[in-house]
């Protein structure tokens, strides 16, 4: 298989406002062969959303059931209130198949997929984590920009300054700049994650 084919997956992780959501959206829009993780919650629906598509929506006892069958290869209680968790029948066929996937997750949810990474030698060979990194006043001011309260701006900042110290334990750190160059250093990554992969 040559490098350039080899499936991966790319998981990113950072703050709120980092842009770790638009670039999994202009990956998947711009490198063929690449689509995102479709992940499970127990939360309702939005206006929209589609059971499959956006993610595989599960009452709390169909979860319950996943995570005693062993289905999930993470997953993550949100804000105390709903689970999300990624199925390995999501990641896996996937990448069986020769497709690539990028998602987004948080800190927890990547140390999760390391541990599953670490019993999965399929898994392992095609796992790459990214941390975003962005200056802790930039980020100040980039959520300020989206309009958010000044009570979940605090909020956001203070879960920030938690993620900012894990990003060490990362394979790969892009210090965001710009829209340009954040995609450029992530394109990078995607090489080498590539040539990996393909062994």
């Avoid at 993470?74 to 996937?101: C, F, I, Q």
């Avoid at 599953?116 to 920009?145: K, S």
Wanted: charged share 25%; net charge neutral.
């Amino acid at each position: 298989m040559s490098a350039s084919a080899a499936p991966v997956l790319l998981v990113l992780a950072g703050p709120a406002g980092s842009g770790k959501t638009t670039l999994c959206e202009r990956l998947v829009a711009e490198v063929p062969g690449f689509t995102r993780v479709i992940t499970s919650t127990t939360r309702d629906p939005r206006p929209g959303e589609v059971n499959g598509v956006h993610y595989h929506f599960f009452s709390p006892a169909e979860f319950d059931q996943k995570v005693a069958d062993n289905a999930f290869l993470e997953w993550a209680w949100v804000h105390k209130k709903n689970r999300y968790g990624t199925l390995a029948s999501s990641v896996l066929d996937p990448l069986a198949a020769g497709r690539s996937l990028v998602m987004n997750v948080d800190v927890q949810g990547v140390d999760n997929f390391r541990r599953a990474a670490a019993a999965n030698p399929v898994l392992a060979r095609h796992f790459t984590d990214i941390f975003i990194d962005v200056p802790i006043p930039e980020l100040r001011q980039r959520l300020g920009g989206r309009g958010e309260s000044e009570a979940e701006i605090a909020h956001r900042m203070q879960t920030a300054e938690i993620e900012l110290r894990e990003k060490h334990r990362f394979s790969h750190i892009i210090v965001s700049r710009d829209r340009e160059h954040d995609f450029a250093a992530l394109l990078a990554i995607l090489e080498q994650a590539r040539a990996r992969s393909a062994f």
